[in-house]
């Protein structure tokens, strides 16, 4: 099989009112929450892109909460598609570096779409550090983590309960033999007080969730 280029999947709820963002839909409302989703999301999307256009990469958003019709229309032709299908997210977001490095990838660099600081030079960081390490992990300031990139198959280390915060997945990594290169950590985007940290760090998600935008 000949190589392909990396790949970034963007691992995504689907941006539907009720579905996405529930827990600052009391703050947002069902159709603020949705939208400051697919704003964030569009945003990390453009960093994405903007990164393909100067390295050889491949995109894909890996999507659930929604039918595939909904996903292609959602980010656009440069976005490869895929449901992320059943299972807890361990599972999924296994299935999807797995799939990515079967079809030939050399690196598979997966994150989230929560993140407002997410930006091409942490995603360039990432994959330049899969070229020294099998593994690349970005914390999250709560304690999860944003970003699982690897650069060759690693059976086991997303499974039950290992996948739950960091600290659990770098126990597991460490159990396999794997060492992590570790990213800068990052804030995401996902609780009120999150978004009262963002509000008060980012124009555009003050814009954003001004209830005359």
């Not at 909904?70 to 895929?82: D, E, H, S, V």
């Not at 930006?119 to 593994?135: K, M, N, V």
Request: with cysteine.
């Amino acid at each position: 099989m000949l190589d392909r280029p990396p790949r970034l999947i963007l691992f995504s709820r689907l941006p539907l009112a009720g579905r996405a963002k529930t827990r600052l839909a009391p703050a947002l409302g069902a159709g603020g929450a949705a939208r400051l989703q697919d704003r964030v999301a569009r945003r990390l999307a453009g960093r994405m892109a903007e990164l393909a256009e100067r390295l050889p990469l491949e995109l894909e958003l890996c999507y659930t909460g929604g039918k595939r019709a909904q996903a292609q229309a959602w980010l656009g032709p440069g976005f490869t598609c895929r449901e992320q299908g059943g299972g807890h997210l361990g599972a999924r977001m296994s299935r999807a570096l797995e799939r990515a490095l079967r079809q030939g990838a050399p690196r598979a660099v997966l994150v989230g779409s929560d993140l407002p600081g997410l930006d091409g030079a942490i995603l360039e960081q990432a994959l330049a550090a899969l070229e020294r390490s099998p593994l690349a992990l970005g914390p999250s300031l709560d304690g999860g983590y944003y970003l699982v990139g690897q650069s060759r198959p690693a059976p086991g280390l997303l499974e039950a309960p290992h996948w739950q915060s960091l600290a659990a997945l770098s126990a597991q990594a460490k159990a396999l033999g794997l060492e992590p290169a570790l990213l800068p950590p990052l804030r995401d985007l996902d609780t009120p007080d999150d978004l009262v940290y963002w509000r008060e760090n980012d124009p555009q998600v003050r814009a954003w969730t001004d209830p005359a935008s």
